[in-house]
T-cell receptor
Framework: KQEVTQIPAALSVPEGENLVLNCSFTDSAIYNLQWFRQDPGKGLTSLLLIQSSQREQTSGRLNASLDKSSGRSTLYIAASQPGDSATYLCAVLIHNKAAGNKLTFGGGTRVLVKP | NAGVTQTPKFRVLKTGQSMTLLCAQDMNHEYMYWYRQDPGMGLRLIHYSVGEGTTAKGEVPDGYNVSRLKKQNFLLGLESAAPSQTSVYFC??????????????FGDGTRLSIL
């Protein structure tokens, strides 16, 4: 059974510092991995999607890396801003259609960027 | 610019009561999903639909029923609410299936408390 873990559960940094968020998964046979942002009282917004054949994806100040063999992904946010304060979730999609469509989410890391 | 709209936003029920959560999307998406989010557990898929008139079970379907009578609407029903169903429910939709590169678009959630 695929398990996705995000540590730490909460993180507080001063403005301008780079953010490093970790995601680990137990089954390396994934189809893709996604990072989402969730603001309080809101739904999820997709940030980056990395296919299993890719090593990283970049969008502006965001960079996500994927190491399937070790079951790890890292989301880097450069030069953090107070507007980056949110909960960040990672999710992996297993490559096993026989088991049904299943996107397994981590519990999220709650980030606070202090001005 | 509605996207995915969920109603109601909040609801308190007594054990044994029934209710229906409504999800509506205006993006002409084929695929729709219902998730529940519990503290520290990320999101878990309840049911999903790959098109009008079709539904399928997700990871935690027990105690819930769904219907997709119209392409733009996906209803989640609780026939006899239980305290274990206290959660935040999210609806999502996507243009292609879960194995595509296209992200899911999420609603803002329905906060449901069962007393």
């Amino acid at each position: 059974k695929q398990e996705v873990t995000q540590i730490p559960a909460a993180l507080s940094v001063p403005e301008g510092e780079n953010l490093v968020l970790n995601c680990s998964f137990t089954d390396s046979a994934i189809y893709n991995l996604q990072w989402f942002r969730q603001d309080p009282g809101k739904g999820l917004t997709s940030l980056l999607l990395i296919q299993s054949s890719q090593r990283e994806q970049t969008s502006g100040r965001l960079n996500a890396s994927l190491d399937k063999s070790s079951g790890r992904s890292t989301l880097y946010i450069a030069a953090s801003q107070p507007g980056d304060s949110a909960t960040y979730l990672c999710a992996v999609l297993i490559h096993n259609k026989a088991a049904g469509n299943k996107l397994t989410f981590g519990g999220g890391t709650r980030v606070l960027v202090k001005p | 610019n509605a996207g995915v709209t969920q109603t109601p936003k909040f609801r308190v029920l007594k054990t044994g009561q029934s209710m229906t959560l409504l999800c509506a999307q205006d993006m002409n998406h084929e695929y729709m999903y219902w998730y529940r989010q519990d503290p520290g557990m990320g999101l878990r898929l309840i049911h999903y639909s790959v098109g009008e008139g079709t539904t399928a079970k997700g990871e935690v379907p027990d105690g819930y029923n769904v219907s997709r009578l119209k392409k733009q609407n996906f209803l989640l029903g609780l026939e006899s609410a239980a305290p274990s169903q206290t959660s935040v429910y999210f609806c999502a939709s996507s243009i292609h299936g879960i194995y595509s590169n296209q992200p899911q678009h999420f609603g803002d959630g329905t906060r449901l408390s069962i007393l």
